[in-house]
């Protein structure tokens, strides 16, 4: 039986929320942003600012200057994520086969629901219907429908907004025909001009291109490719009920100008590093692999480099002090830095790893479980480290809205 | 180029709210600020906020031409009224 997948996808979702919550701004050029001055950029335009060509990560600068009328609008990520909990909860009546890839996004296999409810079309309806009684009439969605996931995302964009689009099996050559590698998901701008580069521009020619071809130059996502190329794709759904294990957990920052220094940024840092220690706890975890890195200016290349813990961490001020032993190994040292992050990978299950002996290793358990408790009760913000004072506080989301995926927790 | 068009408030109130059957949260029916009865003629947006184990609801909602930002503190049962954007 072949598998129906819808793609659902929220248009211009930030914008469209906040034009939901203030009627006056409705009907207006708007782009979200972190902080709203010139330097910080756009992390969502609404359809009407899109007209005008403004786009999602362009710089606020370079937005009004294609729309002099744009108005910036401070983002709110707990309105963000309180709303995709709402949808997410109307999508659980329907499928319980629903993968949440982000924020504003989500896959269904409806396979089986489907035909109860009149087919998918009519299924997609019945959603936008509900998402327009329950959320508001200007959140709107986009739901694209075919076989796999990489189709019903395609046709879904085609369709974009506020529309519904169903890829039939005879529709899907032309489709093949008419589509670049570089518009599917998955297939970034290098394994774009790779392709380019053997004269691989369409799905039909990636298609028609050897297996063999594809698989050594590209390993087993060749394969992949292929599959995409012949307009089939077995891309497994993974439901929320079984979100795989975290390989890495990690946060950054882009830092405004008057933190950029480095003495600041490092303490910016070892913010991020207790950030990250907190959500390995939290998810229970701990990791050996700690990577840190920073850029140099806007568009300045990124400069990172890991080490391996001798035993695996959760701790911000182990990460910290493993973070300054990376950067110490990285030749170039800036002044200022732009974009300051860290990484920890090779996570084992807390309760996988050793005891520590140590009084100070267990002393520091201790007080790590304590802030923890705090933190539960009254808030991440309601205890933190005196160095943190030490800088101006900066938006919980400068420079675009990160998500950690357990934020979105839905089960 | 900007922006908030809210004016803030902060300011405690009383509201008058509907708890139905059903429903994810209270339906904010009217309030009262500064001896006057707000009606409520539209809810644009409700969503959810945690600090710690602390639960607020804000309410962004219409009365006439007029929006009004306001939050209830669940587990204190208290209305706050935020802000407010004048519809002239």
């Known amino acids: 039986m072949q598998r129906v997948i819808m793609h659902l996808d929220m248009d211009s979702y930030f914008a469209s929320v906040e034009q939901q919550a203030l009627p006056s701004l409705r009907g207006k050029p708007i782009g979200v942003t972190g902080r709203p001055t010139e330097r910080s950029i756009v992390v969502a335009a609404s359809r009407e600012a899109k007209r005008y060509g403004v786009r999602t990560g362009m710089p606020v600068w370079e937005a009004l200057k294609a729309c002099p009328d744009l108005l910036l609008v401070s983002g709110n990520p707990e309105r963000y994520l309180s709303v995709t909990k709402r949808f997410i909860e109307i999508l659980k009546e329907y499928t319980a086969l629903l993968e949440v890839y982000s924020i504003d996004e989500v896959f269904m296999d409806v396979t089986q629901e489907a035909p109860k409810r009149g087919g998918a079309v009519r299924m997609a309806e019945e959603i936008r219907g509900r998402f327009h009684e329950e959320l508001g009439e200007y959140i709107t969605s986009t739901i694209g429908i075919a076989a796999g996931k990489t189709f019903a995302k395609l046709i879904g964009a085609r369709n974009k907004p506020n529309g519904i689009g169903r890829l039939d099996p005879e529709e899907i050559p032309e489709l093949l025909a008419s589509t670049r590698v570089g518009d599917v998901w998955g297939i970034g701008r290098r394994i774009e001009a790779r392709l380019d580069r053997v004269g691989i521009r369409t799905l039909h020619e990636l298609g028609h291109a050897s297996e063999q071809f594809l698989k050594r130059e590209f390993g087993v996502y060749g394969l992949h490719l292929h599959e995409i190329g012949q307009g089939k794709d077995s891309t497994p759904l993974v439901p929320y009920t079984e979100v795989p294990a975290p390989k890495s957990v990690g946060h950054s920052k882009s830092l405004p100008p008057e933190l950029r220094d480095i003495s600041l940024a490092l303490i910016v840092l070892r913010d991020l590093c207790d950030k990250a220690a907190r959500r390995m706890r939290r998810l229970g975890y701990m990791g050996r692999t700690v990577h840190c890195g920073f850029r140099v200016g806007s568009i300045g290349p990124h400069h990172g480099k890991q080490t391996t813990l001798a035993l695996p961490a959760n701790d911000g001020e182990t990460i910290y002090e493993a973070c300054l032993t990376v950067l110490d190994k990285i030749s170039v040292k800036p002044e200022k830095v732009s974009n300051i992050g860290v990484s920890i990978g090779n996570l084992v299950p807390t309760e996988k790893t050793l005891c520590s002996l140590l009084e100070t290793d267990q002393r520091r358990e201790r007080l790590n479980a304590a802030v923890d408790r705090i933190r539960d009760q009254y808030g991440d913000r309601s205890i933190r480290l005196g160095t943190s004072l030490l800088v101006r506080p900066i938006p919980q989301h400068v420079g675009g809205f990160f998500m950690a995926s357990d934020d979105l927790e839905v089960g | ?88």
């Open chain 2, 1 to 88: 180029m900007c922006t908030n068009m809210l004016t803030s408030v902060n300011e405690s109130i009383d509201a008058l709210v509907i708890y139905r059957r059903g429903a994810p949260h209270p339906l904010l029916h009217a309030f009262r600020w500064k001896n006057r009865q707000y009606d409520v003629t539209a809810t644009y947006l409700i969503h959810r906020e945690k600090e710690g184990e602390n639960v607020c609801l804000v309410y962004s909602v219409g009365c006439c031409r007029d929006t009004y930002v306001l939050r209830l503190d669940v587990g204190r049962g208290r209305w706050t009224l935020e802000a407010l954007e004048t519809g002239d």
